[in-house]
């Protein structure tokens, strides 16, 4: 019964928190710029008026159109149900953990792409090639972020991986990660998320032709998967075991605050990268991954 | 805790060393080397001292005009005189190079771990930080193809042989450490005239253009 609860609890912070972090970093982008921007709460209202509308349904498309976006929502929250909160831990923990969390995003992701190319459009195609092609750089980053966690605590398990901190390669692994995080949810140098160019776009081209409640869970999960990499990154650098739980729960709750305002910054003050240039910043992420790892490695071996 | 500080400027000259890899502008490339000088001159004042040695001081200052202002202004002036900005077409690009470079200092700190060391010298990472940049360096020599990103090169092997020289810094006479850094300097300046008569010669700096004969 408790453990119901828990996790009833759980999934409404997630669900109804989520949407906070793209309103923040839109809020922060406006200031930047000088405007008034949109309220912090816009994305609740967009996903309101997006779940009462119609679905157009190309004649191509298959069911998968429509379970594409939802299998990859499900998963999306699946991955945040094994991230432990702070304080608060996980509702589910076991040996092994952190594997299925890199494997739900990956499923989220091969989803989206599924469902773009349904719709049969050359177009939709390409922005499914394109994500699918960065992500394949951003995984491996992600995958040696998390081998180096496990290596500095000795663990495969995502609460005893992310309650001591990342130790001497902390720095470079809140590098590595914040690169990571910009690049998984197609934030500035990597993505736009205001463009609708067509030779710019990635994410957006992918869920262009979605309509009605399939794009409210296409928004809402990205919105899901922010939260997720930003409460990672925040575990991974910060020794939140260490302290105690107000100060804990405290310390995450302005971590991803700050994290959020960052990609914020980020975003007013960079420029897209050009295409070919990705590959180079991706290249770069991965390395401070490795050399978190190598620290990790070295430190643990003395 | 000096040995700590010191570790941290080796794997910030490390770093650069990456950097330095992965830059495709001339003047990122230059301000990496620079910056990596000025961190190589500091480091003998972090070595464990016993008394106050003032050879150690005049290394010191020595290595951080010549390498972070003198060196880096002759690169810069050669480079506004030839007027490049940018390495177009390298021989190994960026993300193979970074990726070498990656594998190196992995390699470096691998293989340090492996050698005989005196005690004093095993807990820093003085040889790995040495080895990586000569490595640094070779891939740079190797796989740029304008004749500026070589020096840069050039120099960054030299800073790893300087690593290497921080091991015996109380046995090595003043006199050796100056007469490299004398010869560095003038070897840049001469490479610096010749970048100007390549550039006037062959209208590029790109050295793939001096292997075929010209009347």
Known sequence: MNLILAVILRLAVWLLLAPLLPGIINKVKAWVAGRRGPPVLQLYYDLAKLWRKGVVLSTLASPGFIAGPAVAWVALLGAAMLMPLGPGGTALSFRGDVLLLIYLLALARFCTAWAAMETGSAFEGMGAAREVSYAVLAEAAIVTAVLSLSVQTGSVSLVTMLSPSAGAGAVLLAAGLFTVLLAENCRVPFDDPNTHLELTMIHEVMVLDHSGPPLAAILHGASVKLLLFAVLLIQAVLPLGALSAPAAAGALVAGVLAVTVGVGLVESWLARLAFRRVPLLLTTAFLLCLFALLVAWKGGAK | ?215
């Open chain 2, 1 to 215: 805790m000096s040995g700590g500080t010191l570790n941290l400027f080796i794997g910030l000259a490390m770093g650069l060393n990456l950097l330095a890899l992965g830059s495709s502008r001339l003047p990122s490339l230059i301000r990496a080397v620079s910056l990596q000088g000025v961190l190589l001159g500091v480091m003998p004042l972090l070595l464990e001292h016993d008394t106050f040695d003032w050879r150690v001081v005049l290394v010191a200052l020595a290595t951080m005009v010549g390498k972070g202002l003198v060196i880096p202004g002759l690169l810069r002036r050669a480079m506004r005189a030839a007027n490049v900005e940018r390495e177009m077409a390298p021989f190994i690009s960026y993300v193979p190079s970074l990726l070498l470079g990656a594998g190196g200092t992995i390699a470096a700190v691998a293989l340090a771990r492996g050698l005989p060391l005196l005690p004093e010298h095993a807990g820093t990472l003085l040889v790995p930080g040495a080895i990586a940049s000569m490595l640094t360096g070779f891939i740079l020599l190797i796989g740029r193809a304008k004749a500026i990103s070589q020096v840069c090169g050039y120099l960054i092997l030299e800073n790893g042989i300087y690593l290497f020289g921080l091991l015996l810094i109380h046995s090595t006479p003043l006199l050796v450490e100056s007469g490299i850094l004398l010869d560095v300097t003038v070897g840049v300046f001469v490479i610096g005239i010749i970048v100007d008569r390549i550039q006037r010669a062959f209208d590029s700096l790109d050295t793939r253009k001096l292997t075929t004969l010209r009347e």
